[in-house]
């Protein structure tokens, strides 16, 4: 079974910056989108963003312009560059891989972002 590890959360300030990681236990970006989803206290989780094995890219229109999904493939991790935080960023963060038949999520990692 796959694993996936996420990393990179904690305590900023509003309009800070954070670098999320999600490191897969073996490769699998070239068969899964991968994604980045959250979840705030009281709220149902919702996407951040995700990545197709083709490299396509999809934002959630409220991050768009400040958060960017990428992957080093020989790695087997994908990041997300989340920069001009707000407060409303606060969340667990979850990383996601996915395809038909097969669905794996991280055990999540916080983010909280100080006005």
């Known amino acids: 079974q796959v694993q996936l590890v996420e990393s990179g959360g904690g305590w900023v300030q509003a309009g800070g910056s954070l670098r999320l990681s999600c490191e897969a236990s073996?490769?699998?970006?070239?068969?899964?989108?991968m994604g980045w989803y959250r979840q705030a206290p009281g709220k149902q989780r919702e996407l951040v963003t995700t990545i197709t094995p083709g490299g396509s890219t999809n934002y959630a229109e409220s991050v768009k312009g400040r958060f960017t999904i990428s992957r080093d493939n020989a790695k087997n991790t994908v990041y997300l560059q989340m920069n001009s935080l707000k407060p409303d960023d606060t969340a667990v963060y979850y990383c996601r891989a996915r395809r038909i038949g097969f669905d794996v999520w991280g055990q999540g990692t916080q983010v909280t972002v100080s006005s």
């Open positions: 073996r490769s699998i970006f070239s068969v899964n989108t």
